[in-house]
């Protein structure tokens, strides 16, 4: 297989294009603070100040995540011992919810009005 003129200038076109694309999807504006939901290979994004109901495919059914008022919690689930219901709602960067028998996992990213300071901030 021969190289023609254009096939490299192509190749790092679409390189660029994916990382811009997924710099402006994942990568949110400084301060903001995001819901990451994801369920078999699939993810959800949402700002935490988004007022949302998101049902989410999962293993034994649809497990119902709610965002409202900067918190995330997940509302009902398929599975049978409930835990993420009970695990109650999270609104802090890097808390997490997780629906093992439904296979669904929610997290929060970005830095949040709750979230304390390093050693290193001022």
Not at 16 to 29: D, E, M
Not at 87 to 111: H, K, M, T, Y
Request: aromatic residues 4%; charged residues 15%.
């Amino acid at each position: 297989m021969k190289l023609k003129a254009f096939d490299i200038p192509a190749v790092a076109l679409a390189a660029a294009v994916a990382v811009v694309s997924a710099v402006l999807v994942y990568g949110g504006g400084a301060g903001e603070t995001r819901v990451i939901i994801e369920s078999h290979g699939k993810t959800w994004v949402y700002p935490l100040d988004a007022d949302e109901e998101v049902s989410v495919p999962g293993e034994l059914g649809s497990t119902v995540v709610h965002i409202h008022g900067g918190k995330v919690a997940v509302e009902s689930s398929p599975c049978a011992n409930q835990t993420c219901v009970a695990a109650g709602a999270i609104d802090s960067n890097g808390q997490w919810i997780a629906c093992l028998p439904n296979g669904v996992f929610v997290r929060i990213e970005g830095s949040s009005k709750n979230e304390a300071p390093d050693a290193t901030s001022r």
